[in-house]
């Protein structure tokens, strides 16, 4: 190589860098812009990554995570190294912003490997197109920056197959260690990438055949059947999986320990066996089958959570030029690079046609980088074509026929990027009901929970303390009283300490309730307007307030010295038959109960003609519809609690008895109410009566 040979590739390989720094930017901008803004919440998936961010920092280390179906455990590492500094479930979302821009590099040097045998222009900028492709991806911007581990997939499996072919084109040991290493760590991600260790030995497969085509040209006999030339490559394959096995053997340990733990969600979802709209069985595979073949350049996925519904992954021209890039390694099938982007398209795929439930785009993400590749040979074998077809032609063709494509290709990645940040930013993040489909209620909640001081009593309705984004933000806070204002009310019968209340926009009754109860409060904080209306509010209430929650009915009883009924209220004196008894409750705890009670509620009158029984309506549930179960109640906590007594159209007229109690479910054995020596007397209380008349 001459002095002016090697001056010129520096320079192009210095181009090649500066070009994929840039790429890589603008894949960042588009992953990170208004990251903290867009999604606008934590739905329950991504909330679970920041319950386990809080758990690891905690201290505790699991190899996998067994909630919400079971988990790999290595994105939610990520996740709480993010966690540290970020102190928020912002953490989850640049973790995988982070990841989706990495694998923007990781595709480029996939190509850089698998394009390396091949002719100009594939060979040279094959690697920097393919990374420019999955950039400007809206399917790939969507899922890095979504917050879910499936989005580690493309990146493990770039790396992976780049190093495999690195290690099989240069036969360096360095990159078949870094390929296992790669496949090891790929075990750790997401179910889809177990397919990885087959598209590994394909690739290899796949090579020796070429081997043996090669050497049966020139000498009539593959060299692996009569000498030992084809051993080092089985030896590379199995320093790969001995690697990759070590790497992935605790996870293995952890599966004899648990059996079956890691493929609970595998089984969950199977199309074969998985419950769904259409059907079951035969007819769920195929229809998912033809999902997961349209979502690349038909139709997307229709759930508008996870897409703009029926939006492809491709946009036309990415789409165009993928389609192109499919017929070139069809029509090249014979050549193992091609053989193996096939392969990696289908097996990458598979996941989304075997999967019934979920989205398709999600379960397939693993073919992204695959379809990436895919794009650079569609555009630049074309490019290659035009190119040669013009250098035989006039010397005005020789110039404009290839000025004319690069305007064209030009011109489509600006529209592939324009129609990214359109869809994505203004179209999809500005729906306003994005904040409710990402639980931004609860996120919001959650912060402020969790800016709230460690002394601080808190409240909060209707969304359950146990909500997985209400844990995540507010730093797994115990201690939390939650209940559903639309149905109950729970106060502390005096503050001993600072206490507020968080009030979100569906509970329409616990503000004016608080305001009457405790006027010392007010409002201190309102979250982010959702539909022009504050998202919750905070009302706080200082320390030594008498809380003024007083039954319009006095009537005492105890069950078990354990809770004591205060009285009651009734919405009117006398009804009708067909009418509705609304009856409230107002209960408070006197110890810690370690048993879930069930209350019952029942209407007793004049025996039935029927069967001769006096019950002629009942409402039995858990305390606040199980919002409060008793388990959960605290000393000195009032609860008032409504229950709806359906009066038959048939009842006669008469005055009739409204009795309440509790039992245990399921043995239906009552508690027993006391006398003040706590002597068992009845195992109901008697509240009053009511008069009915008959409908005429």
């Known amino acids: 190589m001459t002095a002016a040979t090697s001056q010129a590739k520096m320079s192009q390989v210095r181009v090649k860098w500066l070009c994929l720094l840039g790429i890589t930017l603008l894949a960042a901008f588009l ?46 590492y990520l996740v709480a190294l993010l966690y540290a500094g970020l102190h928020s479930t912002l953490a989850i979302y640049a973790a995988t912003a982070l990841i989706g821009i990495l694998t923007v590099p990781a595709v480029y040097l996939a190509g850089e490997a698998l394009f390396a045998d091949e002719e100009e222009p594939l060979r040279t900028w094959g690697g920097l197109v393919a990374a420019l492709a999955v950039a400007l991806a809206y399917w790939h911007v969507m899922w890095s920056r979504y917050g879910v581990r499936a989005i580690m997939v493309p990146l493990v499996a770039a790396l992976t197959l780049g190093l495999l072919w690195q290690g099989l084109r240069s036969g360096r040991r360095a990159a078949f260690l870094g390929c296992g290493m790669s496949l ?29 085509r090669a050497a049966t040209s020139r000498r009539g006999t593959p060299p692996w059947l009569t000498s030992s030339e084809g051993l080092p490559r089985w030896r590379d394959l199995g320093l790969v999986f001995v690697v990759a096995g070590l790497i992935a053997a605790p996870l293995g340990i952890y599966e004899i320990n ?89 097996l990458m795929t598979l996941p989304a046609m075997l999967a019934a439930l979920g989205t398709a785009e999600k379960r397939g993400l693993g073919a992204v980088s695959a379809v990436g590749l895919l794009i650079a040979v569609g555009i630049l074998v074309s490019w290659g074509v035009v190119t040669r077809w013009a250098a035989a ?60 001081g460690p002394r601080e009593a808190v409240y909060l ?57 405790f006027p010392q409060g007010m409002v201190v904080h309102e979250g982010p307007v959702y539909y022009q209306a504050p998202s919750f509010r905070a009302y706080r209430i200082p320390p030594g307030s008498q809380a003024q929650l007083a039954p319009s009915h006095t009537r005492t009883a105890e069950w078990n010295n354990d809770i004591e009924l205060l009285g009651y209220d009734l919405d009117a004196p006398d009804y009708e038959a067909g009418d509705d008894i609304a009856l409230t409750l107002y209960l408070e705890g006197l110890d810690e109960i370690p048993v879930n009670y069930t209350i019952f509620t029942q209407l007793l009158g004049p025996a039935k003609p029927k069967d001769h029984s ?83």
């Open 461 to 517: 309705s209707p969304i359950p303390p146990d909500h997985v984004s209400i844990q995540a933000n507010s730093g797994l806070r115990p201690g939390v009283h939650g209940y559903n204002g639309r149905v109950c009310f729970l106060a502390p019968g005096r503050t001993d300490r600072p206490t507020t209340y968080l009030i979100g926009k569906d509970d329409k009754n616990s503000l004016k309730l608080l305001q009457r109860v």
């Open 614 to 696: 006096p019950l002629w309506g009942q409402d039995d549930s858990e305390p606040c519809e199980r919002f409060v179960p008793t388990s959960n109640w605290m000393p000195g906590e009032i609860l008032s609690d409504t229950y709806t007594l359906p009066i038959p159209d048939d009842a006669p007229t008469a005055d009739y008895q409204i009795i309440m109690g509790f039992y245990e479910w399921p043995s239906l054995q009552r508690l027993p109410v006391v006398n003040d020596a706590g002597q068992p007397v009845s195992d109901h209380v008697v509240l009053g009566q009511v008069h009915i008349e008959a409908d005429e």
């Open 31 to 76: 992953r990170l812009y208004r990251l903290d803004q867009i999604p606008p919440g934590d739905g329950y998936d991504q909330a679970w990554y920041g319950i386990d961010a809080v758990t690891i920092l905690r201290g505790e280390h699991p190899i996998f995570f067994p909630t919400n179906s079971g988990r790999e455990a290595l994105f939610s």
């Open 258 to 346: 648990h059996p079956g733990a890691l493929n609970e969600r595998v089984g969950q979802a199977f199309a074969l066996t998985a419950p769904t709209e259409t059907g079951s069985g035969w007819t769920a595979l195929r229809d998912q089958v033809v999902t997961a073949a349209l979502m690349f350049t038909v139709q997307g996925d229709l759930q508008p959570v996870h897409n703009i519904p029926g939006r492809p992954a491709l946009d036309l021209f990415l789409a165009a030029a993928f389609v192109l890039g499919l017929l070139v390694s069809l029509w090249r099938l014979r050549r193992p690079a091609y053989l193996l982007l096939l392969s990696w398209l289908v």
């Open 184 to 212: 090891g760590l790929a075990m750790y991600t997401y179910q889809a990438a177990r397919l990885l260790p087959l598209l590994v030995l394909l690739g290899f497969v796949y090579t020796r055949w070429a081997d043996a």
């Open 393 to 452: 032609q006039t010397p005005a063709w020789r110039t404009a026929a290839p000025a004319a494509l690069a305007l064209v290709v030009g011109l489509g990645f600006v529209y592939s990027g324009a129609m990214t940040f359109r869809d994505y930013f203004l179209v999809w993040g500005a729906d306003p009901d994005l904040f409710a489909r990402f639980e931004g209620e609860a996120r919001a909640t959650g912060r402020y929970i969790s800016q709230l």
